[in-house]
């Protein structure tokens, strides 16, 4: 099912991380309920090379993108299927290297990998899944 992402009525909730919502509720609880907040994002020093921060800078762009982007409702069902799944796409395109790399051996990664991918084709709940994938990448290691 394709998301609406009509301007006509946005929910800008998925845009608010916890901070915000902290804030919020301070300003809410300290009678400053109609004040309006603004709120900045920095870092005094770029923390593990910079990944971090770019990658949350590009989780927040894909998210925000529709809502500048679209002024009025889509009526492209490519577009708006194209739309649904790109935070899919986005989340495996940085998932699977990281797969790869995590285990210290390629072998064991792509083990538990197949494991995984197995296991979630039959419907397996999510953690006997992760339990069986991390198992079999345990038990490879002993043997490589």
């Given at each position: 099912m394709a998301q609406n992402l009509s301007n006509d009525h946005i929910n800008?909730?998925?845009?608010?991380?916890f901070y915000e919502i902290t804030m919020a509720n301070g300003y809410f609880t300290n009678g400053f309920?109609?004040?309006?907040?603004?709120?900045?994002?920095?870092?005094?020093?770029?923390?593990?090379g910079g990944g971090f921060a770019i990658m949350a800078g590009v989780?927040?762009?894909?998210r925000v993108v529709p809502f500048t982007v679209f002024r009025k409702k889509i009526q492209n069902h490519f577009l708006q299927s194209f739309l649904y799944y790109i935070p899919y796409a986005v989340l495996s395109a940085m998932t699977i290297p990281a797969i790869f790399y995590s285990t210290g051996n390629v072998?064991?990664?792509?083990?538990?990998?197949?494991?995984?991918?197995?296991?979630?084709?039959?419907?397996?709940?999510?953690?006997?899944?992760?339990?069986?994938?991390s198992a079999a990448a345990l038990v490879t290691g002993f043997f490589v």
């Amino acid at each position: 099912m394709a998301q609406n992402l009509s301007n006509d009525h946005i929910n800008l909730t998925m845009l608010t991380d916890f901070y915000e919502i902290t804030m919020a509720n301070g300003y809410f609880t300290n009678g400053f309920k109609d004040t309006i907040g603004y709120f900045d994002m920095f870092f005094r020093r770029v923390p593990d090379g910079g990944g971090f921060a770019i990658m949350a800078g590009v989780a927040y762009l894909i998210r925000v993108v529709p809502f500048t982007v679209f002024r009025k409702k889509i009526q492209n069902h490519f577009l708006q299927s194209f739309l649904y799944y790109i935070p899919y796409a986005v989340l495996s395109a940085m998932t699977i290297p990281a797969i790869f790399y995590s285990t210290g051996n390629v072998i064991t990664a792509a083990v538990g990998t197949v494991v995984a991918v197995l296991l979630a084709y039959w419907n397996l709940p999510l953690i006997v899944v992760a339990l069986a994938a991390s198992a079999a990448a345990l038990v490879t290691g002993f043997f490589v």
